[in-house]
């Protein structure tokens, strides 16, 4: 039986603004009726990483990391780091595990991109599983990358 937008959205199935969860301090929860979701802005208390969790009957399960990544200067570094960040990672030492998941994965969207002050690392998939697999992977890769000399050479063109 599908659930309505009501039972997924209402505010009282959240914890209130203050509560803690996982590590997380929820700082505030909104419905949004006209788009039929419910926002909870959420703060890691260890580090003050901020997370949006956006609850919507949706078969989508979507996830993105973002990092500020203000440019100094016109040397496009904040891109290079981006195709730096997809080379590999402690625990996916591979080289580009992202094209090596594609075929693998069930994902309907996988991507990353640098805008002019930050970047992202998206995906969105169906499938529970697979949401979970590739949420480590893409944590991995932008918490954890292996930033090799090599790769900068490749991807920054000799820098």
């Known amino acids: 039986m599908r659930r309505s937008y009501a039972s997924i959205t209402s505010l009282e199935h959240y914890p209130q603004p203050g509560e803690q969860i996982h590590g997380f301090t929820l700082k505030e929860k909104k419905h949004v009726p006209e788009l039929h979701l419910t926002a909870l802005q959420l703060e890691h208390d260890k580090t003050g990483a901020q997370y949006l969790h956006v609850a919507r009957e949706d078969k989508n399960n979507v996830f993105a990391i973002n990092f500020k990544t203000n440019p100094v200067d016109r040397t496009g570094l904040p891109h290079i780091l981006e195709h730096v960040t997809l080379c590999g990672s402690e625990k996916f030492p591979v080289r580009d595990p992202f ?36 949420a480590s992977v893409y944590l991995d890769a932008t918490l954890h990358p292996l930033l090799k000399r090599t790769d900068f050479l490749q991807e920054g063109c000799g820098l």
């Open 99 to 134: 094209f090596k998941m594609m075929p693998r994965s069930l994902a309907n969207f996988m991507n990353a991109f640098t805008s002019s002050d930050y970047t992202s690392y998206p995906f969105a998939t169906t499938n529970a599983q697979d949401f979970r697999n590739l």
